[in-house]
């Protein structure tokens, strides 16, 4: 089994910033993608950016965060970091980290709320 925890959402005012952190634990094996995805109220869960490691290793970010949100690792701490700058309302949503485990298995983080509003 693989544990997910994730900390570092709140309330910040547009142009903030916020850092959200996950630390994954456990069975992690061969690991072919970590990063985060958002859900926002009556919308479907969507990508943020994600680091992939499959035929090397690549970021993505959707287009919407590109410039503003920066994906890190601490590989030793089996850690990711995202870095949410020039925050929007729109950013508003649960976060939610993600690990893909080459041998299949799909792991959720209980999800943090990031909520930017003035």
């Known amino acids: 089994q693989v544990q997910l925890v994730e900390s570092g959402g709140g309330l910040v005012q547009p142009g903030g910033s916020l850092r959200l952190s996950c630390a994954a634990s456990?069975?992690?094996?061969?690991?072919?993608?970590m990063g985060w995805y958002r859900q926002a109220p009556g919308k479907q869960r969507e990508l943020v950016a994600t680091f992939t490691f499959t035929s090397g290793s690549s970021t993505n970010y959707a287009d919407s965060v590109k410039g503003r949100f920066t994906l890190s690792k601490d590989i030793a701490k089996n850690t990711v970091y995202l870095q949410m700058n020039s925050l929007k309302p729109e950013d508003t949503a649960v976060y939610y980290c993600n690990l893909m485990q080459l041998a299949g298995g799909a792991y959720w983080g209980q999800g943090t709320q990031v909520t930017v509003s003035s």
């Open positions: 456990g069975s992690l094996g061969s690991i072919t993608a």
